[in-house]
């Protein structure tokens, strides 16, 4: 199974989660083309896998396989910086798989608490 494959099984286990919680969610779909993996946007690029809202909160989720050199882009890492700016909102970057089973009991509490997850974005690049 590919880097890409993997993540996109815990994304579809992290939005399952998330809707039983009661998060509103927001992923975009990659397409393949001849070009590789494409999501077309408008805007700057890097904007995070996941959004997720539930009354006052917000988590800004940037999803990565564990695998070397499956860091975080300058473009993620820049919204990422942005959005933890942002009153309400809670950016991270997820290590999976090894932190999942963490982020799915803890999108059930009230408030989310963000505590393992957080990590010096510039370190990671």
């Known amino acids: 199974m590919t880097a890409v494959a993997h993540e996109l099984d815990y994304e579809a286990t992290i939005l399952t989660t998330a809707k039983m919680a009661g998060w509103r969610r927001h992923g975009e779909r990659a397409a393949q083309s001849k070009k590789g993996w494409r999501t ?7 904007w995070p896998d996941l959004f997720l809202v539930r009354g006052p909160e917000a988590i800004a989720a940037e999803l990565k396989v564990i695998r070397a050199g499956n860091l975080p882009t300058s473009d993620q890492i ?3 910086e942005c959005l933890a700016a942002v009153p309400g909102i809670t950016a991270l970057v997820l290590w999976l798989p090894r932190e999942l089973d963490l982020f799915n009991t803890a999108l ?7 505590r393992d997850w957080k990590m010096t974005l510039r370190d990671s690049a």
């Open 108 to 114: 059930f509490k009230r408030p989310f608490v963000w």
């Open 78 to 80: 820049e919204w990422l």
């Open 40 to 46: 077309p946007i408008k805007g700057e690029a890097g």
